[in-house]
């Protein structure tokens, strides 16, 4: 874990102009999620986003593409492909990127990124349990992301409950 970098902001920016170069026109949205994507959260160095195309597009061409460009494959549930770029044998290389490449749809991480965005006192609770978590877990990524499931489940729905409530 380390303290929240400001320079997340800008490789999103960048990472996510080059994904629309390879997408494109296939690209419905490009997002940034994760503890990197809210503002003075700790997290580990990993620029998460989310690259929803439409159906019609050219996975296999994409594909050809970043893995030429040194992107590793992995193809985790929710996602058609997951992309990953900056890691080395031996660990990572300063900042990682994964690239989750998905359908169009209602993803809940961008209502979690945007409730711990409007709620400070919810993101610090949950940098609290990331930093408990991460020295229990250390060695087990499995196990820190399943040890903060049930609190990313709750506030999740209590995003959506509010954003649907608010919604004319």
């Given amino acids: 874990m380390k303290e929240y970098d400001p320079a997340y902001e800008k490789l999103f920016a960048q ?22 994507a809210v503002k003075g959260l700790v997290s580990k160095p990993t620029v998460d986003i989310p690259a929803e195309i439409y159906e019609s597009a050219d996975t296999a061409a994409a594909e050809k593409e970043l893995t030429a460009l040194g992107y590793g494959i992995n193809r985790p549930g929710n996602d058609i492909v997951m992309f990953v770029k ?6 990572c290389a300063g900042y990682t990127f994964h690239i989750h490449m998905r359908l169009p749809g209602d993803w809940g991480e961008l209502y979690f990124r945007d409730y711990l965005s409007e709620n400070p006192a919810v993101a610090a609770e949950y940098a609290a349990l990331k930093t408990r978590l991460a020295e229990k877990y250390r060695f087990d990524r499995d196990a820190y992301t399943e040890a903060k499931s049930a609190f990313i489940r709750k506030h999740t729905a209590e995003a959506r409950k509010n954003t649907l409530s608010a919604t004319p």
Avoid: N
């Avoid at 990472?15 to 990197?36: C, D, M, N, Q, Y």
């Fill in 86 to 91: 900056g890691y080395l044998t031996d660990g």
């Fill in 15 to 36: 990472e996510k102009a080059f994904l629309e170069s390879v997408f494109s026109p296939f690209v419905f949205r490009i997002s940034h999620i994760g503890s990197t």
